[in-house]
């Protein structure tokens, strides 16, 4: 089933839906509704999704009972009729394992609960050459289901590299070629694995809990840097599962050679571990003309996915030592001379504010929205 965030339409209308693909319908529309910290009464999101009383109530019933959904007290009286009943996401009774690939030396992962929010973490720290194995990652799940204290509905890992269906399909940061990673790991515990590109696991925590809203460019310039592009609240996930995967598109045919085979590859000029070694030994001044340097070169790289798609939010994740307001004044400088006219309106770029806790948090999600397309 392909990945699918923010999945659910008004009722299936289709001739070929069946009662149970309604019903899943119903819940996903919801779920996203009610999602992360909404409240509202049965007769609320019977007039926000234009379902009947009786469709919501037994939807509502069978994710109260799932564990989904809890009972918060009752709405504000409206006048005339009895109150209703608030309804929000139950975050005690059901769980999800989150892994983050992403870190060079470290396995890191967390039990978290249906907003995603680590309750309980575990890590398993790797050798020097920070190899990776499915079995690896089955001993920190193993450590991390005795941890949790509900029910876990799934497993979501995070990983560099094109992502497809459960299997990694190119990571230069991790050597991987076509890695199944959700077969073995499924097999093992009997339990639904997602497997999720980092920097889209990344944009649902910005999407949900930072300042992103339905329409934004995320960039994430950690040891490479990769990018997700929302839609309409859609993550852009491309033909060949690749898209957003900026880092080794070449900005200079005879630049410096890349580990993946060509020359000048983006991630040459913007790695955060790259510019943080040339700046290692650089006084103050070679060290901001370093990062302004680098903050131009996002914005020629960025400059034409802004316009193309008209894109008004770009929000960068990074170490505070590379992404600050040297790097990003940098980058927005460009942005403006490159883009701004009387029909592209000013495309902002601003700092990612959500934390280090941001590829678990968004791969928890990813797993609650497969676990919706999917139960
Ligand atoms: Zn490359």
Redesign the pocket.
């Known amino acids: 089933m392909p990945y699918q965030a923010f999945a659910g339409e008004p009722a299936a209308r289709s001739a070929k839906a069946s009662p149970a693909d309604v019903r899943r319908n119903n819940r996903q529309i919801i779920f996203n509704l009610l999602f992360p910290t909404n409240q509202f009464s049965r007769a609320e999101l019977g007039r926000q999704t234009g379902l009947s009383r009786v469709a919501v109530s037994d939807v509502v019933g069978q994710m109260l009972e799932e564990g989904l959904l809890r009972e918060t007290g009752q709405a504000p009286s409206a006048g005339k009729g009895k109150r209703g009943t608030l309804l929000s996401i139950d975050t005690d009774r059901l769980r999800i394992i989150s892994i983050d690939l992403t870190q060079e030396h470290l396995l890191n992962g967390a039990v978290t609960n249906l907003l995603g929010q680590p309750l309980k973490r575990a890590e398993i720290t790797l050798n020097d050459d920070g190899d990776v194995s499915a079995q690896i990652i089955i001993e920190l799940i193993e450590k991390m289901l005795g941890m949790s204290d509900g029910e876990i509905i799934g497993i979501g890992i995070s990983s560099p590299g094109v992502v497809d269906n459960g299997v990694v399909r190119s990571s ?1 940061m991790r050597g991987w070629r076509d890695l199944d990673l959700a077969t073995p790991i499924s097999d093992h515990f009997g339990i639904d694995v997602t497997v999720t590109n980092d920097a889209i696991s990344a944009v649902l925590t910005e999407r949900f809990f930072g300042q992103g809203g339905p329409n934004m460019l995320f960039v994430r310039m950690d040891v490479g840097i990769g990018s997700a592009i929302l839609v309409n609240n859609r993550p852009v996930i491309g033909e060949m599962h690749a898209a957003g995967e900026i ?2 598109i070449s900005i200079d045919l005879n630049g410096p050679l ?5 020359r000048g ?1 983006l ?2 000029y913007l790695s955060g571990n790259i510019l943080k070694t040339r700046m290692e030994n650089a006084s103050e001044n070679q060290r901001q003309e370093i990062l302004r340097e680098a903050g131009l070169h996002l914005g020629q790289a960025l400059a034409m996915p802004a316009g193309l798609l008209d894109l008004a939010d770009i929000c960068v994740f990074g170490q505070p030592l590379v992404v600050n307001d040297v790097f990003l004044e940098a980058t927005q400088q460009y942005l403006d001379a490159a883009t701004v006219s009387s029909f592209h309106k000013h495309t902002v770029v601003r700092r990612c504010e959500c934390g280090p806790d941001i590829i678990v948090q968004g791969e928890a999600i990813a797993v609650i929205l497969h676990y919706l397309a999917t139960k």
């Open positions: 230069t880092g080794h890349c580990p993946c085979g060509k590859c991630e040459r």
